[in-house]
């Protein structure tokens, strides 16, 4: 069982950056590949980012790849996205995923509550 607890959306400008956390609690957090998957309003919710289990390898979707870097530190059970250049389009609630199949893009068995971020042009 893994909880997962997102922090640092908010609003910025397009053109501005902001990086989003995901705390985890559980012992297994470090044997999870751990992921991104992001909602905007009328739409699905889609993959944006996933990083494997030791953090050697990382994914992105397409609209991410160059813009965002997702990373870990499993000695404090953490999981970052840097986000920059951020447009309007990049505006929803990001979720933080435990379990992800990175090969796939599937999520996993665990989500964080949401943190929303706003992007204004």
């Known amino acids: 069982q893994v909880q997962l607890v997102e922090s640092g959306g908010g609003s910025v400008q397009a053109g501005g950056s902001l990086r989003l956390s995901c705390a985890a609690s559980g012992r297994t957090f470090s044997s999870y590949a751990m992921g991104w998957f992001r909602q905007a309003p009328g739409k699905e919710r889609e993959f944006v980012a996933a990083?494997?289990?030791?953090?050697?390898?990382?994914y992105y979707a397409d609209s991410a790849k160059g813009r965002f870097t997702i990373s870990r530190d499993n000695t404090k059970n953490t999981v970052n996205l840097q986000m920059s250049s951020l447009t309007p389009e990049d505006t929803a609630v990001y979720y933080c995923?435990?379990?992800?199949?990175?090969?796939?893009?599937?999520?996993?068995?665990?989500w964080g509550q949401g943190t929303q971020v706003t992007v204004s042009s």
């Open positions: 995923n435990a379990g992800v199949a990175t090969s796939g893009r599937s999520p996993g068995p665990y």
């Open positions: 990083i494997s289990w030791y953090g050697g390898r990382t």
